[in-house]
């Protein structure tokens, strides 16, 4: 749901102001302080997208064509689903 709903902000004009915060967050985004740091929905978003082997301005340039996005999405989501079955 994280990666559908990144997908759709990252289509929405750029005068919208969730494009605008998440373009603010990713262009802000640096290492916190030691500890354990709470994780930001853009950092969540991060690791969701490395479990797919992808990277986040490979997703935002991807997620503008939203068949494909949706494809690739729901492709990361099955591949996450037979991995987790383990060997047989």
């Known amino acids: 749901a994280r990666l559908r709903t990144f997908g759709h902000i990252v289509r929405m004009k ?11 967050a990713l262009s802000n985004y640096r290492r916190a302080k030691p500890g354990r740091p709470k994780a930001s929905w853009v950092a969540c978003v991060k690791s969701d997208l490395a479990c797919r082997n992808s990277g986040i301005f490979t997703a935002q340039q991807v997620a503008q064509n ?14 996450k689903d037979d991995n987790m079955d383990g060997p047989e």
Do not use: C, E, N, S
């Open 66 to 79: 939203k068949a494909k996005y949706k494809r690739t999405i729901v492709q990361g989501i099955a591949d």
């Open 14 to 24: 750029q005068h919208r102001f969730p494009h605008q915060v998440l373009m603010q």
